[in-house]
């Protein structure tokens, strides 16, 4: 598949440059300040230490030499740990490259595989094709010493940052702040993640019209921004409380839809987060006029936000997809 690749600034190869959540150990970038959850009742669903990408993360850590852990390791509240990026490389080496074995690529395929579904997996490695050559491409760091306390273990590169953690970062899905992407510009219908921009205009379709002066916005924040928790509530778009009982049935159909890439133990971790914060009624939606491509009204930047949740999609001229779900607590 041919594609086209933009000069979007925000995808230009960059040290990390912005820390969505400092939170998880420090207050947030750009003086945001998440609405966090401080608090769960009853037991809280995560990925845990036993979880099958962890076990192949202490597997993983188990076969670095002193040499690989003095480049590729780190003290789990170590600043890159706290840094996201439409592209980065977290540390030097690509998984291609000499400096891992053969047996070290495996693990790593055999985490990255232990975080996705078996769609989100496939189509997590056409998407790394397409972008830059394939997984082997991508580049990794360890957190911590797994097995033993904190641990988190993450993989970057352009259009990605994924993370297994254990749920060393305590009420935060995903381990953190992650991101997700395709840079195919050719036919927005061929993107990867095109099919998320359809579910959720499904939503704004079954709006009325007085709904839709509310939900659909002029113009989208600057990338940086937009993927950032606000401080106080004031969330963009239209609240989902105000919604028809089938309307927040979209809502909640589009959830899953946008949550089905990932292991079902991060989807549970996500939907007790939200339903302690005050479940889908308390969550926004907006979308975007600005960069509607092939100017269809079908909304290719949208946005969905609550306390402790933001996900942001920027759908035009490719996609860019931050998820940040979750407490700032390390």
Request: hydrophobic share 35%.
């Amino acid at each position: 598949m041919s594609q086209t690749r933009s000069q979007c600034p925000d995808c230009q190869p960059q040290l990390p440059r912005r820390s969505f959540l400092k939170g998880i150990g420090g207050s947030a970038a750009l003086g945001a300040v998440a609405p966090l959850l401080t608090r769960l009742p009853g037991v809280y669903a995560a990925p845990s230490r036993s979880s099958g990408a962890e076990t192949a993360v202490k597997e993983f850590y188990g076969t670095l030499s002193d040499s690989q852990r003095k480049t590729l390791c780190f003290p789990f509240d170590h600043e890159l740990r706290r840094n996201i990026s439409a592209n980065w490389h977290i540390t030097k080496p690509r998984i291609a490259d000499d400096f891992f074995t053969d047996q070290q690529r495996g693990i790593i395929r055999q985490i990255v595989k232990g975080v996705t579904s078996e769609d989100g997996f496939e189509r997590l490695l056409k998407q790394t094709e397409d972008d830059d050559g394939g997984l082997e491409f991508y580049s990794v760091a360890v957190f911590g010493e797994p097995g033993d306390g904190k641990f988190e273990f993450e993989l970057t590169g352009r259009h990605l940052t994924l993370r297994a953690d254990g749920d060393s970062v305590d009420r935060a899905a995903f381990g953190g702040p992650i991101v997700y992407g395709h840079g195919l510009e050719d036919n927005p219908s061929e993107n990867l993640y095109h099919y998320q921009t359809l579910q959720t205009n499904r939503v704004f379709s079954a709006l009325d019209e007085n709904q839709r002066k509310a939900a659909l916005l002029k113009s989208s924040p600057k990338e940086a921004v937009a993927a950032l928790p606000v401080d106080g509530g004031k969330y963009p778009g239209i609240q989902v409380a105000d919604l028809s009982a089938e309307q927040r049935g979209l809502v909640q159909d589009t959830l899953k839809v946008l949550l089905a890439p990932y292991r079902q133990e991060d989807v549970d971790e996500v939907m007790q987060i939200v339903q302690a914060n005050g479940g889908i009624e308390a969550l926004h939606m907006a979308f975007y006029q600005q960069g509607d491509l092939n100017d269809d009204r079908v909304w290719d930047i949208w946005h969905v936000e609550g306390p402790g949740f933001v996900w942001h999609f920027r759908g035009a001229p490719h996609v860019h997809a931050y998820i940040n779900i979750g407490g700032a607590k390390a």
